[in-house]
């Protein structure tokens, strides 16, 4: 099996995608080591989900390759992909809970999709014990209109992590959260990797997760990834888009023009 560890769990090979005239990612290359949280930054828009997406083959590819280990997988039909993603844990941008199920049902929702659910006892044990990890346990008769929006997160952590995925995709996990419960969250993503050697990908806004949780951090920027290392090689970089970004200052061209903007319009 040591071949196994020696290639990466994930490989994007000059990936290219357009929507439209509209060119997101420009000939990104990238190889996900297994068991190593690697997290990817950058501004609003600048196409993190939509390179995450295609880790997943949920996205297709305008040009360059997808692998998940040794299985090229962005040009498989989705029944090819039902076994690939079996692989996968995957905590969407929103949560995205099914309103009209509870907590129980949306949790064991991918369980059901995957196999025929025998032993309810089991199956109950395992909800109670992934909603004990988000710390919700107790809460399997309620429905997400009643849960906060940190509440559904950790719902829907616990419904990514139900068949106990050996790479887990994470969308924006600490988003809207209160500092604390985003820390519950940041210590959720490292104990997978501790006791369950996962393989995490993150995608965040959030410096302070990225810092803690992160082995490598990639950031994005007008298509391409413009830094790429561990925490105090990205604090330290040279290039001023990363420090502003990392910082969450303005650039003083950005500045100026707000500045000249005003914030009324002359009439
Ligand atoms: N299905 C789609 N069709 C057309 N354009 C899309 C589609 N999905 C994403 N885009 C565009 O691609 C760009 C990147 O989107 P993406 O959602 O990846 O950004 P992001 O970095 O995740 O932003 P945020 O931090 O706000 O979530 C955006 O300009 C978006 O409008
Ligand atoms: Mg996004």
């Not at 357009?18 to 997290?39: H, M, N, P, Q």
Request: aromatic content about 6%.
């Amino acid at each position: 099996m040591e071949s196994d560890n020696n290639i990466p769990v994930i490989s994007v090979k000059e990936l290219v995608k357009r929507f439209g005239s509209r060119l997101v990612l420009d000939g990104i290359s990238i190889d996900i080591e297994k068991g190593k949280t690697t997290a990817i930054i950058g501004p609003s828009g600048c196409g993190k989900t939509v390179l995450m997406k295609h880790m997943i083959a949920l996205e297709r590819p305008t040009s360059g390759s997808v692998y998940f280990k040794d299985h090229r997988i962005d040009n498989l039909s989705q029944k090819q992909l039902a076994g690939i993603r079996a692989n996968y844990g995957f905590l969407f941008q929103g949560g995205a809970l099914f309103d009209s199920l509870t907590v129980f049902e949306n949790i064991i929702f991918p369980i059901r999709q995957r196999r025929k659910i025998k032993n309810f006892k089991e199956i109950e044990e395992l909800v109670k014990s992934k909603l004990a990890l988000v710390g919700l346990d107790g809460f399997q008769t309620q429905y997400p209109a009643n849960l906060s929006g940190g509440q559904k997160k950790r719902v829907a952590l616990a419904r990514a992590i139900a068949l106990d995925p050996k790479v887990i995709l994470y969308d924006e996990p600490t988003t809207g959260l209160d500092p604390l419960r985003s820390d519950i969250i940041n210590e959720l993503i490292l104990k997978l990797q501790r006791e369950l050697s996962v393989t995490s990908i993150v995608v965040t806004h959030d410096m302070n997760s990225a810092f803690k949780i992160a082995d490598r951090i990639l950031m994005l920027h007008e298509g391409k990834i413009i830094a790429d290392g561990d925490a105090d090689y990205i604090r330290s970089h040279p290039d001023s888009i990363v420090q502003q970004f990392i910082k969450g200052t303005v650039g003083e061209a950005e500045l100026a023009a707000l500045r000249q903007a005003g914030t009324r319009t002359r009439t």
